[in-house]
Nanobody, 113 residues
Framework: QVQLVESGGGSVQAGGSMRLSCSGS??????MAWYRQAPGKQREFVAR???????SITNSLRGRFTIARDYAENTVQLRIDNLKPEDTAVYYC?????????WGQGTQVTVSS
């Protein structure tokens, strides 16, 4: 079981950028993903990355979201460009597919217009 910690969230104006980071033991040996949960909505898949670095972004977010591994720091990062108010959510990392017991606290991203 992995233990994951998300960081890097905060408040930003629309059009800005943000980089989220996920750290935890064993992530280098697992396919990892970012998910998000907006207020009043179900948690949804955002992006995933394989052990070897192959990535996949959910269709509606392509072009603004990038997922990558930092092998030196052993983290999985999510970069979000041209942030929109509808990106406001708690962002979580987990394995792909997600492990039920691996959900962390997430990191809040708030985008103001």
């Amino acid at each position: 079981q992995v233990q994951l910690v998300e960081s890097g969230g905060g408040s930003v104006q629309a059009g800005g950028s943000m980089r989220l980071s996920c750290s935890g033991s064993g992530i280098e040996n697992r396919a990892m993903a970012w998910y998000r949960q907006a207020p009043g909505k179900q948690r949804e898949f955002v992006a995933r990355i394989s052990i070897t670095g192959v990535t996949s972004i959910t269709n509606s977010l392509r072009g603004r979201f990038t997922i990558a591994r930092d092998y030196a720091e052993n983290t999985v990062q999510l970069r979000i460009d041209n942030l929109k108010p509808e990106d406001t959510a708690v962002y979580y990392c987990n394995t792909y597919p997600p492990q039920t017991n691996a959900w962390g606290q997430g990191t809040q991203v708030t985008v103001s217009s």
